[in-house]
Nanobody, 117 residues
Framework: QVQLVESGGGLVQAGGSLRLSCAAS????????MGWYRQAPGKQRELVAT???????DYADSVKGRFTISRDNAKNTASLQMNSLQPEDTAVYYC???????????WGQGTQVTVSS
């Protein structure tokens, strides 16, 4: 089983930055697609960004130009650099992993990001 643990959340002022990290267990990290999702109070969980095993990235329109997803296969980590944070970015952020061509999802417990105005 794959285990994911997020870290790096916290309280930040609008316009500030945070870097989230996701540590993954197992020996197959390099062949998993990694992603970050977020869920604000009273709202459904939404996709923020993804990075494939080959390094292809995709972003939600709401974060393009502000957030950057990356991965380090040697360290079994995926990161989300968040710049120019706004109050609407406030949410619990979840790390997600999925093997290519296999419908199995793995989720971390989440880390809270709060952006004050």
């Amino acid at each position: 089983q794959v285990q994911l643990v997020e870290s790096g959340g916290g309280l930040v002022q609008a316009g500030g930055s945070l870097r989230l990290s996701c540590a993954a267990s197992g020996s197959t990290f390099s062949i998993m697609n990694m992603g970050w999702y977020r869920q604000a109070p009273g709202k459904q969980r939404e996709l923020v960004a993804t990075v494939s095993g080959g390094g292809t990235t995709d972003y939600a329109d709401s974060v393009k130009g502000r957030f950057t997803i990356s991965r380090d296969n040697a360290k079994n980590t995926a990161s989300l650099q968040m710049n120019s944070l706004q109050p609407e970015d406030t949410a619990v952020y979840y790390c997600h992993a999925r093997y290519s061509f296999y419908p199995k999802d793995y989720w971390g417990q989440g880390t809270q990001v709060t952006v004050s105005s």
